[in-house]
């Protein structure tokens, strides 16, 4: 239908009213990146107060290598035509209906995917007709990179893992810090994800000098540019460190509090147990004075060995922990 009615308008308007009527365009290209909002606009001459019933604007959007276009946003008479708008557009493109009278034909598309890039056609219908193509590129950055390092398990060597989106598709380099290419060594992969990025995984397995530090480069050559990640084993190293130092410092408390615990308890309970039998024994000291305390010295005895072996204990424990 569209088709039908730009190729109307075209031959049966345009020959006969170019010279009166022209669709210009203040900027021809738009570069965006994914994700962000973009706005693009086409003007025509108004001649006056804007009459909104005789004014149509069509937006439709052509991907190189695609032979249909796809409809972007329609006004028909001063109406959107939103039923007939492609599905990828429902809820992200709008006419911004205000600056009309201003003779500004200005589209704006929201979150801006990888497959909003082509050619966009601005076609208006006033007291005439005329048309322009304006270009939308869309880049995405691999401005994040996900980075990971862990040792093979039984081995000297390190796996290093670089991962990220973006588009169009990048190439990865490797290196340490003195320059000295490492990616022959790297195996590259990549999938296309549901909005049109690449993700990007490369994955360099070797053994390093713990040392230095590495480095994964992202290149996007159609953009020229390039993002970079910096990897370090001694991040691994000192991780497992610390981990095993946290399990030594729990490990160590705990079994001297295991070991102190039991004679602690023996302790306390002779001591309750000689508090208690001290008046009987006071009664027969009254009856005899010269009986001699002999189970007060070996309690005595007992507790002062018990306290050296938990001191012993508690020395032994403390300089392992050390």
């Known amino acids: 239908m569209l088709q039908i009615l730009t190729m109307l308008l075209l031959e049966t308007q345009l020959s006969m009213v170019s010279a009166l009527f022209t669709v210009e365009v203040p900027q021809q ?12 606009e086409c003007r025509f001459p108004v001649n006056g107060s804007l009459n909104l019933g005789l004014l149509t604007v069509v937006w439709e959007q052509k991907r190189q290598g695609q032979s249909k276009s796809k409809e972007v946003y329609t006004l028909r008479n001063g109406k959107a035509s939103l039923p007939s708008q492609h599905h990828d557009y429902v809820g992200r493109a709008a006419l911004l209906h205000s600056e009309l009278k201003l003779g500004r034909a200005i589209l704006q598309i929201t979150s801006v995917k990888i497959t909003d890039a082509g050619s966009y056609l601005c076609l208006i219908d006033y007291q005439g007709a005329d048309y322009k193509y ?9 401005k994040r990179i996900n980075t990971q390092v862990m040792r093979k398990p039984g081995e000297d060597k390190f796996v290093f893992i670089c991962q990220s989106e973006g588009f169009p598709l990048a190439e ?21 994800t549901a909005d049109g990025l690449y993700n990007v ?3 360099l397995t070797f053994k390093p000098n713990l040392s230095e530090n590495y480095s994964c480069v992202f290149w996007n050559k159609e953009l020229n540019g390039q993002t970079s990640a910096h990897i370090s084993t001694l991040a691994l190293i000192s991780t497992q460190y610390n981990g095993q130092k946290s ?25 309750k147990s000689f508090e208690n039998g001290q008046p009987k024994e006071d009664r027969k000291r009254k009856h005899n004075p010269n009986l001699k305390d002999e189970n007060r010295d070996d309690f005595n005895a007992q ?9 012993t204990a508690s ?8």
């Open 29 to 40: 290209l738009y570069i965006v990146e994914h994700g962000s909002n973009v706005t693009m």
């Open 134 to 142: 304006i270009t939308l590129e869309v880049k995405a950055s691999y």
């Open 172 to 192: 990865v380099f490797w290196q340490n810090e003195k320059n000295f290419s490492l990616s022959g060594s790297a195996n590259t992969t990549y999938t296309l």
């Open 201 to 203: 995984t490369s994955i």
């Open 247 to 271: 399990l030594v410092l729990f490990i160590v408390p705990t079994c001297v509090m295991v070991a102190v615990l039991p004679s602690a308890l023996i302790i306390f309970q002779k001591r």
């Open 303 to 311: 507790t002062e060995a018990l306290y050296l072996s938990t001191v």
């Open 315 to 322: 020395r032994d424990s403390g300089s392992v922990g050390l």
